[in-house]
């Protein structure tokens, strides 16, 4: 039997995939938080098969979540849930992170299993839609659409600092509904919708 632990903030979907996996041999523990999930894994790392994590949560996202995992658990399998929107900015990011593979939250029940058992054979998943997605021309992830101005670099450098937008504008002597439009300019030139992805990607091109 495997100890599989599932990790999404929405109760309705975790309600109905613990379902699923319990009637295929295998035990679920449901946590709906990526801190809450750290506290657990801490005390209970050794008894864990297989990390099943939602790839878009308010605390951490999928791919902090699973890159502190690994710091703890340097074997552990990891795989995320995703949405079709989160796929384009997301695959190299996660690949990196060292994420074992990709389960659609809109796959049968069936699809989802067997996604769980070729992980544990050692495979690395990826469904053809999802590649699909990620190598058409317009799913470029290696160019933003425009080259940043040294402003939007330093912008980004104290987002990833950790400064809030209240900071940032304190500290650049501008309103915060101007940081927040500055950003929003950045966000859509490196084709992203967060702060989290824009500084992860800008790390990935060496841009900051």
């Known amino acids: 039997m ?8 929405h109760k309705a979907f975790t309600c109905g995939m613990k379902l699923i996996l319990e009637q295929n041999n295998m035990k679920v523990t449901v946590l709906h938080s990526a801190l809450e999930t750290l506290d657990f894994i801490k005390e209970q790392a050794n008894a864990i098969d297989l990390y099943l994590y939602d790839l878009s949560m308010p ?3 999928g791919i902090e979540l699973a890159t ?3 710091e703890i658990i340097p074997d552990a399998r990891i795989m995320l849930f995703y949405s079709q929107e989160d796929m384009i900015q997301l695959f190299q990011m996660s690949v990196q992170a060292g994420i074992r593979g990709f389960i659609d939250k809109s796959f049968s029940a069936q ?3 067997t996604s769980i058992s070729m992980c544990m054979e050692e495979a690395v998943i990826f469904s053809l839609d999802f590649l699909k997605a990620i190598f058409t021309p317009t799913a470029s992830f290696n160019a933003p659409e425009t080259v940043l101005t040294e402003f939007e670099i330093k912008l980004l450098q ?3 600092k950790g400064e809030t937008n209240k900071q940032i504008a304190e500290s650049l002597f501008m309103s915060t509904r101007n940081v927040e439009y500055h950003l929003g300019r950045v966000y859509k030139k490196l084709r992203v919708s967060s702060r989290t992805y824009a500084v992860h990607k800008c790390k990935i091109l060496n841009l900051i």
Do not use: E, G, P, S
């Open 2 to 9: 495997l100890n599989v632990i599932l990790v999404d903030d």
């Open 68 to 70: 502190k995992t690994l």
């Open 158 to 160: 104290q987002v990833a």
């Open 111 to 113: 699809q989802v299993l």
């Open 59 to 61: 605390d951490l996202n």
